[in-house]
């Protein structure tokens, strides 16, 4: 009988890694050191020429080459995705060596990675690797004991006289450029944050190698600088978390279906086929939200909004191109995190993930699948990390808020959804509390977030994404309320208090009744607000920071 050993590689605590500076530079780098530790450097670690990967290919799997076949091999890579990977080796003897090699590569490449692993040894033909008590479920119990009971990493903070790193608050052991690469001031530096600016080129080399055939007119700015765009004297910056609902679970089905040990292959060759196709889903999406964008910039049909937009964009100074105001820090799967101008985030988010549930629904393997996410609009010099956390935190929202719908009402399907802020005087607390503190009128909650992209999800039924984008448009481009944009803004305060002072201070100044929401609601045309609900805090509070992508939804018929 033939025993082999099923090894999961984990690379832990990756969101605190790649977003635990407030320098861009260090989390483009974290990120690629993210995708070596699961990619080429796995590869490196495992026996030379008695693998499964391709030649031709860091990460591309030859499925026709299998351990239990006879193959020449000792290791087969089952999958790569989410800082996971599973692989099945000859030996535990193997497995135990190669994860070593990676282990050591990463303490010198990559300092302050780390790495959870575990191995289970079975029988191939009498121990199934799926079904609720198969070697999967075994193996990731294993490994979620071993991330628990690891010993924390606590580096040694310095001996004598040393200076710190301003990123990490580590010993520095040499000195980096303050701000951009051309910055001529050194600040001290610490191992992990050298080692992340050494492969920040790497990262922007495979970035422009995906995306350049869908933004070929532009360039792209290794900095900040040139993302945020300028509102009055300010620029703002917009960070987008996006996350897939459920990916989770569409795994442990998979592995629940194969409990018999004659499956085991299947199993496998199905795990493999759902996480490849997740990661190209989440590339495809991307990639047509870049698509989208750079159409809609050069479309004859721009409207005057981007023709001004357009006017504002920087230019590289050795091409001439026009430095396209976006940048991915994190992609590929469900799971995606990128950086663009604050006027562009909301649109942006929309698209992708109307691309998310578009690229799903086209792979059979997958199925459509929505997602959720998180917008946060701040200063461009507003910190990083915490900018990050409140976007992640605006998804996380989104997915109870969807949980919580589903769970009042069991007929409701699956949906996508969004959420933002915009942080225009910081961050103050959890969203929560300040949406409590800052978000309250006495008729009820000003906000109607989060927004899901179908109506008859969350909130009210004549409320949601197309009815807050028409609005918001109504609002900048209609004469009666584009020339009188300070009155709409007092309108914001106002609607604090109340239905009735809204409908006095409309007929005080003039105004004329609010764009519609609902033909059967008119009060809300009169006061903005329909029982507890307002209407119109969200679209006012948007309008400076919301510039339209996509053309007018069609009005349904019948």
């Keep these: 009988m033939t025993s082999y050993t099923l090894t999961v590689l984990d690379v832990t605590s990756i969101q605190g890694y790649i977003f635990g500076s407030n320098r861009v530079a260090e989390n483009i780098g974290a990120s690629q050191l993210v995708h070596n530790a699961t990619t080429c450097w ?17 990460t591309s799997i030859d499925p026709s080459r299998q351990l239990e076949l006879g193959h020449s091999l000792d290791a087969e890579v089952i999958l790569r995705g989410g800082g996971n990977v599973l692989i099945l080796f000859r030996t535990e003897e193997i497995a135990k060596q190669s994860v070593g090699k990676l282990t050591r590569r990463l303490i010198e490449e990559a300092p302050g990675l780390e790495l959870a692993a575990a191995h289970y040894e079975f029988v191939w033909d009498n121990k199934p690797i799926g079904g609720n008590e198969g070697v999967h ?16 990493s606590a580096p040694m903070l310095g001996l004598g006289v040393t200076l710190e790193c301003r990123s990490t608050g580590q010993p520095a052991v040499g000195f980096a450029p303050s701000q951009g690469s051309d910055d001529t001031t050194l600040r001290p530096a610490s191992a992990e944050v050298l080692a992340k600016l050494a492969h920040r080129e790497d990262a922007y080399c495979r970035f422009e190698r995906i995306f350049k055939d869908v933004a070929a007119g532009y360039t792209f700015r290794r900095e900040f600088g040139a993302l945020g765009g300028t509102e009055g004297e300010m620029s703002y910056i917009a960070v987008v978390h996006a996350d897939g609902n459920g990916m989770g679970k569409r795994f442990e089905e998979v592995v629940k279906a194969y409990a018999q040990p004659t499956q085991n292959r299947v199993c496998l060759n199905a795990l493999r086929a759902l996480s490849e196709a997740v990661d190209q889903a989440g590339q495809t999406a991307l990639k047509a939200t870049v698509r989208r964008l750079t159409e809609r910039f050069e479309s004859p049909d721009a409207d005057q909004a981007i023709k001004n937009f357009l006017q504002s964009l920087q230019y590289e100074r050795e091409t001439g191109k026009p430095i396209l105001p976006f940048r991915p ?42 997602a959720c996410a998180g917008v946060a609009v701040v200063k461009a010099h507003y910190p990083f990390v915490r900018a990050y956390e409140l976007a992640d935190a605006l998804c996380a929202g989104a997915k109870h808020a969807i949980r919580a719908a589903r769970r009042d009402n069991p007929r409701l399907d699956d949906a996508t ?10 961050i103050g607390g959890t969203i929560s509390q ?52 300070n009155k709409v803004k007092e309108l914001r305060e106002v609607l604090r208090e109340g239905p ?14 609010l764009p519609e929401l609902d033909g059967s609601r008119q009060n809300l045309q009169r006061t903005g607000w329909d029982g507890s609900h307002c209407g119109y805090f969200d679209a006012i509070e948007a309008l400076d920071f919301y510039l339209p992508l996509t053309d007018l939804p069609r009005k349904e018929e019948g």
Excluded: M
């Design 137 to 152: 479920r075994n193996l990731y119990q294993k490994l979620n004991q071993a991330k628990q009971q690891r010993q924390r």
């Design 500 to 513: 009735l002072a809204v409908e006095q201070f409309r007929r005080a100044f003039i105004l004329r009744e």
């Design 329 to 370: 820090i994190v992609y590929g799967g469900d799971d995606e995190t990128f950086v663009c101008d604050g006027r562009l985030g909301l649109a942006l988010a929309r698209i992708y993930l109307e691309e998310w549930e578009r690229a799903t629904a086209a792979d059979a393997t997958i199925g459509a699948a929505h």
């Design 417 to 426: 959804a969004l959420d933002w802020h915009f942080a225009t005087s910081g």
């Design 42 to 58: 796995v590869r490196t670690s495992l026996p030379a020429g008695l693998h499964n990967l391709r030649d031709d290919s860091e």
């Design 434 to 485: 300040i949406r409590e503190r800052e978000y309250k009128g006495t008729a009820g909650a000003l906000h109607l977030r989060p927004v899901g992209l179908s109506p008859g999800l969350l909130g009210p039924r004549w409320y949601y994404w197309d009815t807050f984008d028409k609005v918001t448009r109504t609002l900048q481009s209609d004469p009666c309320w584009r020339d009188r944009r």
